[in-house]
């Protein structure tokens, strides 16, 4: 296996696991259409590992454009980062999620298919669980209802992969359930540039850091967590994007349908993530405490020991680290990847 094709791969998780992967020796191949992403993440990644990517820019609803390119790139597995991602539009734009992120993947599976590329792995999320009865959550949870279309999509997208392979098993599909991905490399050449005002709370922590926002809007303290603020298990985008090469690097033995969670385990609250990033980075973030954000739930953790079983992947990040990368990549580039 050495060809791999990521679909979304100039966006902020897609660029750190083009990186990883260079660095372990594959082929990156990016297919991307930019409509959430700049090209400007993948010429960094160029410089920081010396290597170069092949990009394509390119839509995954253009079946046959995808399919000429697993074609002359002679792709051996896909990443599918590639999806519209903002749960407050997804609601108001339903349609547009649902035909971007179910139709396009239909059409990129139906590309694979074509081909014969019949390996994937899949960027899918805690959302699926929708609000678990018990944390920690362990991949055989059953899943939940999500409480928007953005986190149907994900739900929908791993039933049509595993229905994939219940008709035919030469599909391997690995579904990676992310938790909350925060942090940058280390370099603070790459990291996250969303678009307007930010709807996660890291982004929006940062912007306030950095003096474009005024001040954190916290999303309700009547919780039942240790201090009322909602708990996410954040996982740092190096170690989420090597838990996608550990996936490449063990296809050849794993079978079927695959889950993953990828968390730390450890769950914290809005005001422990405030906290702690005025401590490491010694920068004051203004908050006010406001009424519960829509759809939002109290606490969600995970036990990630399965990916450290199978697939032999650990965390090296812990919340300091995180919060010192994410400050870094926003303090040397307050417009991201506009100069
Ligand atoms: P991102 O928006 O930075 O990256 C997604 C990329 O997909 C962008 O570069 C965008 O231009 C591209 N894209 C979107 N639609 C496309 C299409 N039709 N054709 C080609 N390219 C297209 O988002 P991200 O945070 O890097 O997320 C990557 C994946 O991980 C997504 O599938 C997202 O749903 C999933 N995920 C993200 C989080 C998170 O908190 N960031 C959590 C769980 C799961
Ligand atoms: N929060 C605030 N203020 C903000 C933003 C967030 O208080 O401005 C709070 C939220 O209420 C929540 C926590 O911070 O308690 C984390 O919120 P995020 O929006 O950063 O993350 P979510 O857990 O709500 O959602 C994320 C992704 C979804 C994904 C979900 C589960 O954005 O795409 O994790 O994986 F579906």
């Not at 792995?121 to 009865?133: H, L, M, R, W």
């Not at 003096?211 to 967590?225: E, I």
């Not at 240790?226 to 490449?248: E, F, M, N, P, S």
């Not at 090296?316 to 010192?324: A, C, Q, R, V, Y």
Request: hydrophobic letters at 35%.
């Amino acid at each position: 296996m050495k060809n791999i094709l990521i679909t979304g791969g100039a966006g902020f998780i897609g660029s750190h696991v083009a990186l990883e992967l260079l660095d372990s020796g594959y082929n990156v191949i990016v297919y991307d259409n930019l409509s959430n992403s700049s090209e400007e993440s993948l010429k960094r990644v160029e410089e920081l590992t010396g290597l170069s990517i092949s990009f394509y820019k390119g839509d995954i609803l253009d079946t046959n454009h995808v399919k000429e390119v697993l074609e002359k790139e002679k792709i051996e597995a896909v990443i599918h980062c590639a999806a519209l991602k903002a749960v407050g539009e997804s609601v108001k734009k339903p349609l547009l999620y649902y035909h971007n992120n179910i139709t396009g993947t239909l059409s990129l599976l139906s590309a694979m298919e074509e081909v014969g590329v019949k390996n994937i792995i899949f960027s899918s999320s805690a959302t699926v669980y929708g609000d678990p009865e018990t944390v920690p959550i362990t991949e055989d949870f059953p899943k939940g209802a999500p409480t928007n279309p953005y986190g149907w999509t994900k739900s929908m997208m791993e039933q049509i992969m595993t229905d994939l392979h219940t008709a035919d098993p030469n599909w391997k599909v690995i579904l990676l359930r992310y938790f909350n991905p925060i942090g940058a490399h280390k370099s603070g050449r790459i990291g996250e540039d969303p678009k307007g005002i930010p709807n996660n709370l890291l982004p929006y922590v940062t912007q306030v850091a950095i003096g474009k926002l005024p001040y954190l809007h916290v999303y309700g303290d009547d919780y039942d967590t240790h201090d009322g603020t909602g708990v996410r298990d954040y996982i740092h985008v190096v170690d989420l994007a090597k838990g996608h090469v550990k996936a490449i690097d063990n296809l050849d033995k794993l079978t079927g349908v695959e889950i993953f969670n990828l968390a730390t385990g450890h769950g914290y609250s809005v005001l422990d993530i405030v906290k702690t990033f005025e401590k490491v980075n010694g920068v004051k973030i203004e908050y006010k405490i406001e009424g519960r954000r829509e759809g939002d739930i109290d606490e969600t953790y995970a036990d990630a020991s399965k990916a450290e079983k199978v697939l032999g992947w650990i965390c090296d990040n812990g919340l300091e680290e995180m919060l010192e990368d994410s400050w870094r990549w926003q303090k040397n580039n307050p417009n991201g990847y506009e100069e």
